[in-house]
C-alpha cells in the first residue's frame, strides 16, 4: 500500500530531497583480529581467539560448556563515548555480533551497560537456524537520554561453545516497523487461567499456576509460584500457549509485564519464546512495578508464517534450601510488520529564510549568524565543517545574515601533497607519491574521491589500496612518498587517518619509513603494524619517528601485505598524512562573507529505510508535479528548502514503495 502525506503551505518547492546514512562501526577488535586485545575477560568459562576461520579472519571464543558463565567487557572495560561511535543519546540504534555455535545447543547474546547508568539488560536471542553457520544478530537498543557512553558485554551461550565475530553498532538511527494489531493480546488474565499448560517438572517443588485480580497492570494477571524446600537442585516450566498465529513476513514483536513478587536466594527465571532460549529476566524485573519486557525476532527465528506461539518461564532453583519465588504476569502481545504498510510520515512545513553564500575554501569551517540590528551577532545553526553546505534555513526571519569562514591552524608538515589532492597522469598514484615495486596481480593503489559509500577524509581525494585474491602469489601493494627533508636525530610525530571497509581473510597492514643520508643512501628502514584493527569508520593513527642522526631525507609509505588465501580481499584508505614537530605555522584566520536571504519554506519528514518517497506541488490542489527525483529512505530526515515563487503552492510527499 503507498501513502501520501500532504500539508497545505504559500510558495514553491525547486530542490531534490538529500537524506545520509552512515556505515557500520566496529567497537575496538570488534572482528577479534588483534586476538584478545580490548577485550576484559570475566567468569570461570574459558576463552579462546583463533586466528582464522572467522566471518572472516580471527574471531573469539567463550566456552561455556561446564556449566558456567563467562563475558567479555569491550574496550578493556572502559566506556566508549557515543560521539566516537557517532551515536546520539535518546536514539535507538542496531547493535550486531556475528555467532555460531561450536557445540552445545544456545547462541551468547549482548548487554549494553550506559554511562553514567542504566542497562539494557541480558538480551539472548533464539538461534538462527540450528545455530552452527556464522548469522548475524542483531540487537535495536535505545540509549537514554543523558547516556555519554557505552560499554559493550557479549554473554556466553548457556551449557555452550560459541564463536563471536564482527560486533559492532549501525550508526543510523533505528526506524521500527510499522506493527499489526496484536496477534496475540492477554491482558487482564480470567480466573481459568484459558492458554495456560500445566506446569511440566517440578516434583516436590509445589509449582502452581493461579489467578490474580488485584496484581494485574492493571486488573487481573496470572501469578507464578514454585517452592524448594529441600534444598535440592531443581526446575519447573510454566508455558502460555496460542495457536494458528500468522506472523505474516516477521519481525515477531514480543513483549509482556512482569513483576517479581517473591525471588529467594538460589533463583533464576528464564524464558524460551518456541522452545529457543531467551535469557534470564529477573535482573530486568523489580518487586516494586511492572516492567515491559520486549524482544523482536525475524521469521526463521523459532516462527514460521503460520506457527504455534509457546513463551516459557522456567523457575530453576539452586541447591538451597527454600529456593524459589512468584512471578505476575500481565499483557502479554505478539505482533508482525504488515506486509506491504509503512507508516504515513509526518509532513512538516515552516515558512522562513532561506540564507545563501558563495563557497569558499574546502579546508575553512563556516559559521552562518543573524542580527536584528546590524550590530549584535549570534550563531544560526551549528558550525558548517567544510565548503559543502552554501546555504541554511532560518525560521525567525532575522533583518541580518552574514557567514564567517575560519580557515584552519596551519601547522608544521614535512610531507608533501598529504591528502593526494594533486595528481599526475603516471603509473605513480599521486604527486610527490611513488611505487617502489609493481603489486603482485589483484593488487592495486588508486587516488579517488570515493570508495563504496566512504569519501575523503579532508579534501576531495584519499589513496585507495586495495588487494584480492585468489591464491599465490599475495596480491600485496606498497606505496611510498618521495624524499622529503627531515633534521636527523629530532623526534617527529607520524601521523594519518586510516580505514578498512573491507576485511575479508588474512592480511596484516604496515606504515614503512626509510631514511637517506647526504649524498642520497639508504641508512635505515622499518616496516610497522599496528593500525590493521581499525575498522571502516576514519581513525587516526599516530606514531612517534626519530630520525637518524645524520639523516636528511626520509619517506613515508604503507604495505597492504595480505595473504595468499583464496577469496582474500582488503581494502585500505589512507588520507591527511602528517609528520610533524607540532610548530605552529600560521593561525587561522576568520573573514566575513556576505549572504543574501530570501523568503522559503521547509518541508521535512522521516525517511524510513526501504521506503521511497517523491515530493510534490501543485498550484490547485488538482495537479501535482515532482519536485526532484525519488528519495530512498535511509533512517533520517529528510529536508527540502527552496525560495516561495509564486505566491500560491501546496506541497505533499507521497510514498512510492513498489
Known sequence: M?????????????????????????????DFESGDAFWQEVGPATFD????????????????????????????????????????????????????????????????????????????????GDGTAWARYS??????????????????????????????????????????????HEDGFSADAAHWRAPAGGAGLSPSVQWSASEGNPAG??????????????????TYIAEDIDFGEGPVEISFDGKLLDLRPGTAIHVRYNGNFVGAIMNEMNADAYTTVRRSFALGQGFAATSTFTLSFE?????????????????????????????????????????????????????????????????????????????????????????????????DNAVPNPGFETSEVSADPADDWQVPVQPNPGASMTVGESYAAIGPHGGFKMLILESTGPGAPAPNVEVRSHPFPVTGGEEYTLSFWVAHPVKIGGANPQYSVFYFNESGGLIGNSFAPGFGAIGSAW?????????????????????????????????????????????????????????????????SWPGVVGRTYQAEASGSLVDWSDFGGPAAGRGSAFSLTDPVTPANRFYRVRDITP
Not at 100 to 125: A, E, R, T, W, Y
Not at 142 to 147: E, F, K, L, N, Q
Not at 332 to 360: C, F, M, N, Y
Open 139 to 184: 540487537y535495536p537498543i535505545a540509549i537514554p537520554a543523558g547516556a555519554t557512553g557505552i560499554k559493550v558485554v557479549p554473554l556466553w551461550g548457556r551449557d555452550s561453545r560459541v564463536a563471536y565475530d564482527n560486533l559492532g553498532v549501525e550508526t543510523t538511527p533505528f526506524v521500527p516497523p510499522v506493527l499489526s494489531p496484536d496477534l496475540v
Open 49 to 128: 581467539y583463533p586466528a582464522s576461520g572467522g566471518n572472516s579472519g580471527g574471531f573469539g571464543v567463550i566456552d561455556a560448556t561446564a556449566a558456567v558463565w563467562g563475558i567479555w567487557v569491550g574496550n578493556a572495560d572502559a566506556a566508549i563515548p557515543l560521539d566516537e561511535l557517532g551515536l546520539t543519546a535518546g536514539q535507538t540504534y542496531v547493535f550486531f555480533q556475528d555467532m555460531k555455535i561450536l557445540s552445545g545447543g544456545n547462541v551468547g547474546g549482548l548487554k549494553l551497560d550506559f554511562v553514567p547508568s542504566g542497562s539494557s539488560g541480558d538480551i539472548n536471542l533464539p538461534r538462527i
Open 315 to 411: 523457575f530453576a532453583l539452586g541447591a538451597v534450601v527454600n529456593s524459589g519465588g512468584s512471578l505476575a504476569i500481565d499483557n502479554i502481545r505478539v505482533k508482525s510488520k504488515l506486509a506491504g504498510e509503512t507508516a504515513p510520515p509526518d509532513l512538516a512545513i515552516r515558512s522562513g529564510t532561506l540564507v545563501r553564500w558563495a563557497a569558499g575554501a574546502s579546508s575553512s569551517s563556516y559559521q552562518p549568524q543573524e542580527s536584528a540590528d546590524n550590530s549584535v551577532w549570534v550563531n544560526l545553526g551549528a558550525v558548517l565543517p567544510n565548503n559543502a553546505v552554501t546555504s541554511v534555513f532560518d525560521s525567525s526571519r532575522a533583518g541580518f545574515y552574514r557567514v564567517q569562514e575560519t580557515s584552519p591552524d596551519v601547522f
Open 539 to 603: 581513525t587516526r593513527f599516530s606514531a612517534p619517528v626519530t630520525p637518524p642522526a645524520d639523516a636528511v631525507a626520509m619517506t613515508v609509505g604503507w604495505i597492504q601485505a595480505a595473504s595468499a588465501e583464496a577469496n582474500v580481499h582488503w581494502v585500505t584508505l589512507i588520507d591527511d598524512v602528517s609528520l610533524s614537530q607540532g610548530l605552529l605555522i600560521e593561525a587561522g584566520a576568520t573573514t566575513t562573507l556576505a549572504a543574501t536571504a530570501a523568503a522559503a519554506v521547509e518541508l
Open 221 to 238: 494477571s496470572t501469578v507464578l509460584a514454585a517452592a524448594n524446600p529441600a534444598g535440592a537442585p531443581a526446575a519447573v516450566t510454566f
Open 2 to 30: 503507498k501513502s501520501v502525506i500532504q500539508n497545505l503551505a504559500f510558495g514553491a518547492l525547486l530542490g531534490a530531497a538529500e537524506s545520509v546514512t552512515a556505515a557500520p562501526v566496529l567497537f575496538p577488535n570488534g
